[in-house]
């Protein structure tokens, strides 16, 4: 080594206790759920690009690989359009394996009949896929794990998995000490938290730091149901089937066909026992599965998700990201866990990891996100007045259906509600398309069209199938 | 009622619901040990020591006080135990089985090096007194386990020493006598005395010493040697490989000569072997099965060999000649394997007209221990093993454990003299025997989960240069692993069966149905709350170790 | 096996020189011929495979398609909004720069191309 490599390297040591990334770093990235992977992805990526040389050591004492819960992060395995579009953008590609299956359209199933909104483009953008490699017991086919992909692809920008259980993050003489249940510790220049809030880490960090408060957390349910391909392929085909039914307390309900699977995913207020036996005994619901009868399910969970952010989601050197941090409402999780881990990696390598770098740099992902969440919590609102209305549901039913009939006309109603399903645009933008005067005047004329005595004769062909089923 | 723990109803088929529970499963080393060693439990105490707050210091201690609750002789074990144990450790296919052996080696030596006391129960002083002939490892277990409870012991050996076989036969390279001189002097702590140089049925007669004592247990060993049977066998330059051992263990003139011959393929026959290798001969071992077949420890067969041990296989002796008195040739026919026998071993049949003749100067016969306690006046002969109760109850007041009963493993005779001195005590002061752990579940292949477990290799003795191995000393060979190997070691423990606080139920339960204990063991760090459970059975996937599972009565939906 | 995109078999045109055009594509598997037609004659421009991407011009400008692409067999081909990936880049501009990144190449192969070009003259 020469002397001038040698100053060089004394100079990068001993310079001023700043708090950026320099050559030698050392980044914790705690969990290797899609915000683990894919900020260490970006991170890299970015670090590559700029010649930063830093280590990444990535916890996850999981395995991917492995089946049923043990290997799954829980959440209903719906890769948005937006975010199939963006990743494809960045390079990354869903391999076969991963992808269960390409969406194509929805299924609003309503009291007053169903309708299928198709994708505008016919092409199928929306990837239902499994966090973990399938549901319980199943058949070692050729699934790959949506979250083992990610990891593998950070793993093959250089960051090392470190299959340990993390129990403690905290700082120590100005830097992030990470400590884990088998006693293995070690110092860190940055610390960035990608647990969500099914792992109880953020809660001992905020007893332990005080220095924020946690996410807020709804339960939610999620189970599987196997069906076999045929059988999907025949009953559910490429479409995600979603519920707008009048249930106390329910606020989405949704079917996703998978490969062999049928994967359920139910958010709520409160979910208990009361709410599902009338969710699976509403003939809606029923009717979608062969022979009208609920099959037994083979894998089931109470995932938390994140409904309120943590706050703040950083400070000196530590950062969270994905649901430990902020996502957005109900919808696209992996999306919010894409931006935020991001909006980290970028914050990190061009502008520094102290509180007031994420301050300036990663809030403003977060507040976006958390902003679009308050519009969304006004257009779920209207949503479950309609839910709560027969007048009001007959009338989306049939400005739906009559959108979908005629190929070439204006599908304001049908975008709306893709775009609400999906979670492919924001809360805000679908919000402000309900705004729009042409929108508001169709739904006026529906309404008043699908709840006219007449209304059943002129609705019953077509895609929308007015099926006044009046309880059997 | 709790409001999540119904699945939904609306299907006519059982749901998959899956509540947890923790139940402690009995680990395969435990299983596989005859003596039931709980290598868990003393593994855990040092792997989990910063977890329940001793100093390294204090886990060896207590490690070494649970060693030694069902073993008074680890540092001895330790050594020429062939630690069927690590047969079936969870580990073996990942990375290696974990170094049981070696730890309990370790264990010991800390335990003689440390001066250690014996962990005694808070007992009164018992009026019984109990008399114990021999003082082989049987012996030396249920005098340890009477003594602890408070009896007092007395040993009858007809040698000066104690120790029996492990004394006897046992060459200094694989255990040196310092190491049992040790761990057997610390016995003399406790209420036990030694009549040495007493041969009973000589010097004493059995039943006065049952007039003596309220009770006796027989620790004979198998003294005898079977012969071979053949022409010549009977005469000089032929001798039994205990005799052989026992004459060399006592430092007394060996005169075998440069060409030994060995016949058999036990532990005895190597060990035999090895020592005449000591003495400077050229060594063969003739054995009549292949090498496959041959029942001694692989590992002493390999070192055998390493040191210079001839090996010949199918081939058995026919007969021992000699001009006048002196032994010239052993003849040795050729075999080949046959059908099995009742045991599935291929019996040697004879191949026709294949017969040679090997040089010969001594022919030390190894081929299996028989029972010999003439002049003991027991109402049976010794032409068969002692036929006990399984808990070794002989006759009323007479109990028997060791190669009495048959040969076996030194921890088998551990085992016998424990199991014997459990059921006598409880005999004796009316109460009852302790539960035996055998009464857990064993732990089924597959509930253990290896790829939670982070690869790390196992640590090995040290052993002395090869070249230093036929020293005159007789230096042992195999080297005590050191302090740090001991504590990476002990931390390779999966804990098979039984909670290590690996946290990972703890973080990972959506319902936060486990909190942690405010007082934590080995085993115990978490309590289950069934109320908060939510019947994913996530914990029981994440649980490494097959301590959590499902709870029968919810496997079916059926709960409630 | 599932896949995401739009299938299309050999042969089949995805868009034409001259079409206007508001999105660009990836392809998800298989190769995409980029060519352009005068005098009734073919030239093309490049072949492209998996992971790769073509139409992009698209998302920057409002005008037609410069060439036409067509499947070599066959082909998935994944559509990215104008809309959608300007919101992205207007969120994170770098979502641009694999983009530009691959511009910037196919810049310098057509200046090394023209420079050969004109040598050849």
């Given at each position: 080594m020469t002397m001038v490599e040698d100053l060089g390297r004394l100079s990068k040591r001993s310079g001023p206790q700043s708090s950026s990334l320099q050559d030698g770093s050392r980044i914790a990235v705690v969990g290797a759920g899609p915000a683990g992977s894919l900020f260490s992805y970006f991170l890299l990526n970015m670090a590559e690009a700029v010649s930063l040389d830093i280590g990444v050591d990535l916890f996850e004492p999981r395995h991917f690989c492995h089946r049923g819960p043990a290997g799954c992060n829980h959440c209903g395995g719906i890769v948005s359009e937006s975010l199939v579009q963006r990743l494809a953008t960045e390079g990354i590609m869903l391999p076969d394996g991963v992808v269960q299956r390409g969406i194509e359209s929805y299924t609003l199933h309503m009291d007053v009949g169903d309708v299928e909104i198709e994708t505008p483009l016919a092409e199928k953008r929306i990837a239902a896929i499994y966090r973990g490699n399938g549901p319980r017991n199943s058949e070692p086919l050729d699934t790959h794990s949506f979250d083992g992909y990610l990891l593998e692809l950070a793993q093959e920008k250089g960051a090392n998995l470190v299959p340990r259980l993390v129990t403690g993050v905290r700082r120590e003489d100005n830097r992030m000490r990470v400590t884990c249940a088998d006693q293995y510790c070690n110092d860190y220049d940055l610390a960035v938290i990608a647990t969500g809030v099914n792992s109880r880490l953020v809660e001992s960090l905020e007893d332990e730091s005080r220095e924020f408060r946690r996410p807020g957390r709804t339960k939610t349910f999620i189970c599987e149901f196997l069906l076999g391909r045929d059988v999907i392929r025949d009953t559910f085909g490429p479409s995600m089937h979603v519920f707008f039914l009048d249930i106390p307390r329910l606020k989405f309900a949704a079917l996703i066909p998978k490969g062999d699977y049928v994967t359920l995913c139910l958010l709520g207020k409160d979910i208990d026992d009361e709410l599902m036996q009338q969710f699976f005994s509403s003939p809606e619901v029923m009717n979608c599965f062969p022979k009208g009868t609920v099959p037994s399910h083979v894998c089931h969970c109470y995932p938390r998700i994140n409904i309120d952010a943590a706050n703040p989601a950083y400070s000196d050197r530590l950062v969270m990201i994905g649901d430990s941090g902020t996502t957005r409402l109900f919808k696209d999780g992996i999306g919010a866990s894409y931006r935020t881990a991001k909006a980290a990696a970028r914050t990190v390598v061009f502008h520094g990891t102290g509180a007031e770098d994420f301050e300036k740099y990663y809030a403003p992902t977060c507040r976006a996100i958390s902003k679009d969440n308050q519009v969304g919590k006004v257009v779920f609102g209207f949503g479950s007045l309609i839910q709560k209305s027969r007048f009001a549901r007959r009338g989306v039913l049939r400005m739906t259906a009559n959108e979908q009939k005629n190929a070439n006309g204006s599908r304001r109603m049908s975008e709306v509600l893709w775009d609400l399903f999906s979670g492919s645009a924001s809360y805000t933008d679908v919000f402000l398309r309900t705004l729009h005067p042409a929108y508001i005047g169709s739904l006026l004329w529906n309404l008043v069209a699908g709840n006219s005595p007449s209304a059943s004769s002129r609705n019953g062909h077509g895609r929308g199938q007015e099926c006044d089923r009046v309880e059997h | 009622m709790s409001n999540t723990k119904t699945p939904p109803r609306a299907s006519a088929q059982p749901v998959f619901w899956t509540h947890a529970q923790q139940l402690e499963k009995l680990p395969p080393c435990q299983a596989q040990c005859p003596n039931s060693g709980d290598v868990r439990g003393w593994l855990g105490i040092i792997a989990q020591h910063e977890k329940t707050g001793l100093t390294l210091e204090q886990a060896y201690d207590r490690a070494w006080e649970k060693l030694t609750e069902l073993n008074p002789l680890p540092a001895t074990l330790g050594r020429i135990c062939p630690h069927p144990c690590e047969d079936l450790c969870s580990r073996r296919d990942k990375d290696g089985s974990v170094s049981i052996n070696a730890m309990e080696r370790y264990i010991g030596d800390w335990g003689l090096a440390r001066s250690l006391k014996w962990s005694v129960p808070a007992q009164s002083e018992k009026p019984e007194s109990i008399g114990v002939i021999g003082s082989g490892p049987a012996s030396l277990s249920f005098t340890y386990q009477m003594a602890r409870r408070g009896y007092q012991v007395s040993l009858y050996e007809r040698h000066a020493v104690a120790g029996g076989m492990l004394r006897q036969a046992i060459p200094d390279f694989r255990l040196p006598r310092e190491v049992l001189d040790a761990e057997i002097q610390r016995l003399f702590e406790l209420p036990v005395t030694l009549h040495k140089n007493t041969e009973v049925g000589l010097d004493i007669s059995l039943n006065e010493l049952r007039d003596r004592h309220a009770l006796i247990f027989l620790g004979l060993g198998a003294q005898g040697a079977h012969r071979l049977g053949i022409p010549g066998e009977a005469g000089p330059g032929v001798v039994s490989g205990i005799a052989y051992l026992r004459r060399r263990k006592q430092r007394l003139a060996l005169t075998t000569g440069r060409r030994v011959v060995v016949i058999g393929g036990g532990n005895t026959a190597i060990d035999a072997a090895r020592c005449a290798r000591r003495e400077g001969a050229e060594v063969t071992v003739l054995y009549r099965r292949s090498a496959k077949e041959m029942p001694a420890a692989t590992n002493e067969v390999d070192d055998a060999r390493a040191e210079g041990v001839r090996f010949e296989f199918l081939v058995s002796p026919t007969q021992v000649l000699r001009k006048g008195p002196v032994i010239q040739w052993i003849e040795v026919q050729a075999m080949r394997l046959g059908a099995p026998d009742e045991q599935g071993r291929r019996r040697p049949v004879p191949i026709p007209g294949e017969k040679r003749l090997l040089r010969v100067d001594t022919v030390i016969v190894a081929v299996s221990q028989a029972p010999d306690w003439a002049g003991l006046d027991l109402e049976q002969d010794d032409t068969q093993w002692l036929m006990t109760e399984e808990d070794g109850r002989l006759a009323e007041n007479l109990w028997a454990g060791g190669d009495d009963r048959g040969p076996a493993i030194a921890g088998k005779a551990i085992a016998q003299g424990r199991l014997a001195a459990e059921a006598a005590h409880a005999e004796l002061s009316g109460t009852r025997r302790p539960l035996e752990c055998q009464e857990r579940r064993t732990l089924n292949m597959g509930e253990i989960k290896p790829d939670f477990y982070r690869d790390q290799e196992r640590e090995c003795q040290a052993r002395r240069p090869q070249e230093e191995w036929l020293d005159s000393a007789e230096p042992e060979i195999d080297q005590t692993i050191g302090h740090e190997q001991a504590q990476r070691e002990a931390a390779r423990c999966m804990s098979c069966g039984l909670c290590f606080d690996c946290e990972a139920c703890f973080m990972y339960c959506n319902g936060g149905g486990f909190t942690r204990l405010e007082e934590s063991r080995p085993g115990h760090y978490f309590a289950l709350s069934l109320d908060a459970c939510e019947g994913c059975g996530k914990c029981i996937e994440v649980?490494?170790?097959?301590y959590l599972e499902v709870r029968e009565s919810s496997a079916n939906g059926s709960d409630q | 096996m599932a896949r995401l995109g739009k299938q299309y078999s050999d042969g089949d045109v995805i868009f034409r020189e001259g079409d206007t055009g508001t999105c660009m594509f990836v392809i998800q598997k298989g190769e995409v011929e980029v060519f352009v037609e005068s005098d009734g004659h073919e030239l093309i421009l490049r072949k492209i495979g998996a992971n790769d991407f073509f139409g992009e011009m698209a998302l920057f400008e409002h005008e037609t398609r410069t060439a036409s692409a067509r499947a070599v067999g066959p082909t998935h081909v994944l559509t990215i909004d104008k809309k959608n990936f300007l919101a992205g880049v207007h969120e994170d501009p770098s979502l641009a720069f694999r983009i530009v990144k691959t511009m910037s190449h196919r810049i310098r192969n057509l200046t090394d191309r023209l420079a050969k070009y004109e040598e050849d003259i």
């Open positions: - | 649980c490494p170790c097959g | -």
